[in-house]
């Protein structure tokens, strides 16, 4: 079964510190594609990143960066030098294509705060 | 080129009433998903539909809750006599029909409260 486990509910960190946000995940396919999402306090969902099963190159988009580890199922994201605006909840989710119609399945989030 | 867009964005119904949720999804799109985030969670999936079927409602509750995506206008999530558990923020996906089903464009989501 397919399953996305955020095991950080809530992390509080002081700006200009990093910080890592942890997502281990469960498939049994060989192609899946797992994604990030930000959630502001305004509630939409803002894209951040897919990437595909076949691709474990780490990438950098500016402060954020996402560590992609098929031997421990994992997918890190990594802010750096975090900012007050960074605040959210961050949801990392999963695609696969064992069902039909190719749903999403999310974790339940990491509420980041980012302290002034 | 407008994003999927989703109304109302806010929505109060007293128990017992019916609430109706829209939405468009991005242009050139006839796959729509839908999906319910219940307070301090993440989203679940509920329903899978292309233009004027049903394809997967596995994640549907079996009572009170519909769904619809005719062949002209919105998808329609519809939910009966709703209940303060329904109370939860309903996002809308959609995706092209070149087969590219892993990427789902988000709406902003309509927020249902229930008094």
């Known amino acids: 079964a397919q399953k996305v486990t955020q095991a950080q509910t809530e992390i509080s960190v002081v700006e200009k510190e990093d910080v890592t946000l942890d997502c281990v995940y469960e498939?049994?396919?060989?192609?899946?594609?797992l994604f990030w999402y930000k959630q502001p306090p305004s509630g939409e969902l803002v894209f951040l990143i897919r990437?595909?099963?076949?691709?474990?190159q780490n990438e950098i988009s500016g402060r954020y960066s996402w560590n992609f580890q098929k031997s421990t199922s994992s997918f890190n994201f990594t802010i750096t030098a975090s900012q007050v605006v960074d605040s959210a909840v961050y949801f990392c989710?999963?695609?696969?294509?064992?069902?039909?119609?190719?749903?999403?399945?999310f974790g339940t989030g990491t509420s980041l705060t980012v302290i002034p | 080129n407008a994003g999927v867009m989703q109304n109302p964005r806010h929505l109060v119904r007293r128990r017992g009433q019916e609430a109706r949720l829209r939405c468009s999804p991005m242009k050139g799109h006839s796959h729509v998903y839908w999906y319910r985030q219940l307070p301090e969670e993440g989203l679940k999936f509920m329903v899978y539909l292309q233009k004027e079927n049903i394809i997967d409602e596995s994640g549907m509750p079996k009572e009170r809750f519909s769904a619809e995506f005719p062949k002209e206008g919105p998808s329609i999530l519809r939910i009966q006599q709703v209940v303060r558990g329904d109370s939860a923020a309903y996002f809308c996906?959609?995706?092209?029909?070149?087969?590219?089903?892993?990427?789902?464009?988000f709406g902003p989501g309509t927020r249902l409260t229930v008094t």
């Open positions: 989710a999963l695609s696969d294509l064992s069902n039909t119609g190719n749903q999403f399945y």
């Open positions: 990437r595909n099963s076949f691709d474990e």
């Open positions: 498939t049994r396919d060989t192609t899946y594609y």
């Open positions: 996906a959609s995706s092209s029909s070149l087969g590219l089903t892993y990427e789902q464009y």
